[in-house]
Antibody, heavy 116, light 109 residues
Framework: EVQLVESGGGLVKPGGSLRLSCAAS????????MNWVRQAPGKGLEWVSSISSSSSYIYYADSVKGRFTISRDNAKNSLYLQMNSLRAEDTAVYYCARVGGDYAYWGQGTLVTVSS | EIVLTQSPGTLSLSPGERATLSCRAS???????LAWYQQKPGQAPRLLIY???SRATGIPDRFSGSGSGTDFTLTISRLEPEDFAVYYCQQYGSSPGLTFGGGTKVEIK
């Protein structure tokens, strides 16, 4: 069974940093591109970043470019999101997701709150 | 960059009624890469439809998807109580990353 479990969320002050992790199991992690998607309270889904299976291709939404860094460790079956210079508008539930043709697997999400 | 616009924002219907949700793309989207999700409060999105018209595993046949190019539709033939939720369209493959529509909330009238 495919499982994605996020961790690392919490309360952080504006300008602060946080590192999210996503532990993957139930599939060959090193074979798949992975994504981070966020959802602000009461709002819709917003794609944040994607990384290819071997980390050769990395993409970011304009709203986080230059502040967030996506990475992965295929030996540890883990996906990461380093978030720096956090702003109030980054407050959201952050989901780790594996999305493809006929499948979509999402974690349960981890809440990041940016507030003084 | 492709923008997906969903309408209406909210749909107020009664159980047993038919729901028709629209997703319009700012430029042509490959049908192979257009999906629909359902999301309930406090839960992660659940894949309903992929490839514009194929139901994901375990999805009841009252859910159907159609469309091509820039216009796509999700139809729920007869609303069940558990179908009241928010629905998102999503595309991938046409540009880096994933693109989501703004969502349509289907609420009980």
């Amino acid at each position: 069974e495919v499982q994605l479990v996020e961790s690392g969320g919490g309360l952080v002050k504006p300008g602060g940093s946080l590192r999210l992790s996503c532990a993957a199991s139930g599939f060959t992690f090193s074979s798949y591109s992975m994504n981070w998607v966020r959802q602000a309270p009461g709002k819709g889904l917003e794609w944040v970043s994607s990384i290819s299976s071997s980390s050769s291709y990395i993409y970011y939404a304009d709203s986080v470019k230059g502040r967030f860094t996506i990475s992965r460790d295929n030996a540890k079956n883990s996906l990461y999101l380093q978030m720096n210079s956090l702003r109030a508008e980054d407050t959201a539930v952050y989901y780790c997701a594996r999305v493809g043709g006929d499948y979509a697997y999402w974690g349960q999400g981890t809440l990041v709150t940016v507030s003084s | 960059e492709i923008v997906l616009t969903q309408s209406p924002g909210t749909l107020s219907l009664s159980p047993g009624e038919r729901a028709t949700l629209s997703c319009r793309a700012s430029q042509s989207v490959s049908s192979s890469y257009l999906a629909w999700y359902q999301q309930k409060p406090g839960q992660a999105p659940r894949l309903l439809i992929y490839g514009a018209s194929s139901r994901a595993t375990g999805i009841p046949d009252r859910f159907s998807g159609s469309g091509s190019g820039t216009d796509f539709t999700l139809t729920i033939s007869r609303l069940e109580p558990e179908d009241f939720a928010v629905y998102y369209c999503q595309q991938y493959g046409s540009s880096p990353g994933l693109t989501f529509g703004g969502g349509t909330k289907v609420e009980i009238k």
